[in-house]
């Protein structure tokens, strides 16, 4: 086993963590905006939403981060690649959704969510749709 090897299954293993989380709190969102503040599915829902955001998201955000960096130093050619730059980019927006979702989150958590079930079910799919992409240009680095 070589470095690369190693950081590039690490930050494999993040990123999995990492989308699982970006998928299922969005999913949870759209539940928890269905019942009563204050009523206990809210509060278990509460606690749900603050484990997976504090305990897995946010590390996995971290190591992604911290690995893929350590990838690009490792092959700092690929920083001359479009493929890459467009990956970057949709990266910068992954982690701006899993800020805007941890905004989200405080919102419930102080039972001023202000969104309705539909706005969580069409904001699940962002994640989905970027994570698509990002696949798609990492296995085929069409420019």
Not at 86 to 94: P, R, S
Not at 109 to 137: G, H, Q, W
Request: overall charge positive; proline content about 4%; aromatic content about 14%.
């Amino acid at each position: 086993m070589d470095a690369y090897g190693i950081v590039k299954a690490l930050h494999v293993i993040s990123v999995i963590s990492w989308m699982a989380g970006l998928l299922y709190l969005p999913r949870l969102f759209v539940y928890h905006a269905a019942e009563a503040p204050g009523s206990a599915t809210s509060e278990t829902f509460k606690v749900m939403e603050r484990r997976l955001y504090r305990a897995i998201m946010n590390p996995a955000m971290i190591a992604t981060w911290i690995f893929g960096l350590g990838l690009l130093w490792l092959t700092p050619g690929w920083l001359e690649d479009g493929w890459m730059h467009a990956k970057l980019f949709l990266v910068l927006v992954m982690t701006a959704a899993h800020h805007m979702m941890g905004r989200w989150r405080k919102a419930f958590a102080a039972d001023e969510n202000k969104n309705s079930t539909r706005y969580y079910r069409i904001a699940n799919e962002v994640p989905t749709l970027v994570m698509v992409v990002v696949v798609f240009l990492v296995i085929t680095k069409p420019f």
